[in-house]
């Protein structure tokens, strides 16, 4: 048994064919396959059922690759060790970040990380919760940065900050008139929501505890998939919507003044960094942590975690 069939037998587990698995790799599928093979010989045992497509582990497959990965990350952490030893960080970080923080976050932080920590590479992908954490778990990224709690077994949370969440409302909207709101002051029938799927819109649904969001029906029903969507329609239309504390920062004088506050305690929401439980890059992670945390506003270091609404 070897570290190189052990990581070959993950590579197949994570992608689920013998040429996408051996292409990660860098090697040729014939010795991907033939490396396989020779560990399931030497295990007296069959790690993959090659009968289903995409290709799946056996029930003693499965135990052997999650044992599988935890040794390859007990030999990542020594060459974390080392790295730490002599001062210097370096490798590659993979990243998962829901598309309601991407835009707004990233540019808070990621110049400064590359200038302080120049030998270290960010993949940076924009995806939703539910695959953040499938992702994780098949460890084809390293981290998550997203909005909690999710209460997801096997996945460890870290809160970087409390966000909090603010109204955008038309000046033709009756909401516009208030100095601070209410969610039972919020018409679901003129409320914008993101498109199913977002962590964001669940949010939404539970603050305003909206059931249906119309009892007579519309004429037009539409579901954003970004935030900048939604502020675009409440501008233009007689509507309002929800913004998290981030996408507001970048708002003009006019725009501003669209902005209202709900009545205190202020909801909020949590954003955190999210690994699984047998992360490896411990010291790279911890940095990001450091980089995000000393980069977001004085403000938002500030807010308290009195109202969390659920995801």
Same mark, same amino acid.
């Given at each position: 048994m070897t570290f190189i069939q052990l990581e070959y037998i993950v590579a197949l587990d994570t992608w689920r064919h013998f040429a996408l698995a051996a292409e990660k790799c860098? %090697?040729?599928q014939p010795t991907l396959s033939m490396q396989i093979q020779k560990l399931e010989r030497e295990l007296a045992v069959k790690i993959f059922d090659r009968s289903k497509?995409? %290709?799946? @582990?056996t029930e003693a497959g499965g135990a052997i690759i999650e044992q599988a990965r935890k040794i390859l990350g007990e030999r990542n952490q020594i060459d974390e060790i080392i790295q730490e030893k002599k001062g210097v960080l370096t490798g590659e970080l993979r990243i998962g970040i829901i598309p309601t923080l991407a835009p707004y976050l990233l540019p808070l932080f990621v110049q400064h990380f590359n200038k302080k920590y120049p030998n270290v590479k960010l993949l940076v992908k924009e995806m939703m919760t539910e695959f #953040? %954490?499938?992702?994780l778990r098949e460890g084809r990224i390293d981290v998550g940065i997203l909005v909690t709690p999710l209460q997801e077994a096997g996945i460890k949370e870290h809160v970087l900050f409390y966000e909090e969440l603010m109204v955008y409302v038309s000046r033709k909207n009756a909401a516009y008139k208030k100095q601070y709101v209410l969610a039972q002051d919020i018409d679901p029938n003129k409320l914008w929501l993101m498109e199913e799927g977002h962590c964001f819109r669940s949010q939404i649904v539970n603050l305003c505890e909206l059931r249906k969001a119309s009892e007579s029906g519309s004429h037009?029903?539409?579901e954003a998939g970004s935030i900048e969507t939604l502020r675009r329609m409440v501008e233009l239309n007689d509507g309002i919507t929800i913004l998290p504390e981030l996408t507001t920062l970048d708002l003009s004088k006019s725009q501003q003044q669209l902005i209202r506050q709900f009545r205190k305690p202020a909801p909020m929401r949590e954003v955190s960094i999210v690994v699984h439980r047998?992360? %490896?890059k411990k010291r790279l992670i911890e940095a990001l942590k450091e980089e995000i945390i @000393? @980069? #977001?506003p004085e403000k938002l =270091? =500030?807010?308290k975690s009195e109202y969390i609404v659920k995801v």
């Open positions: 860098f %090697v040729t497509q995409p %290709v799946v @582990a #953040i %954490v499938s992702r037009f029903e539409y047998d992360f %490896v @000393a @980069a #977001i =270091k =500030k807010n």
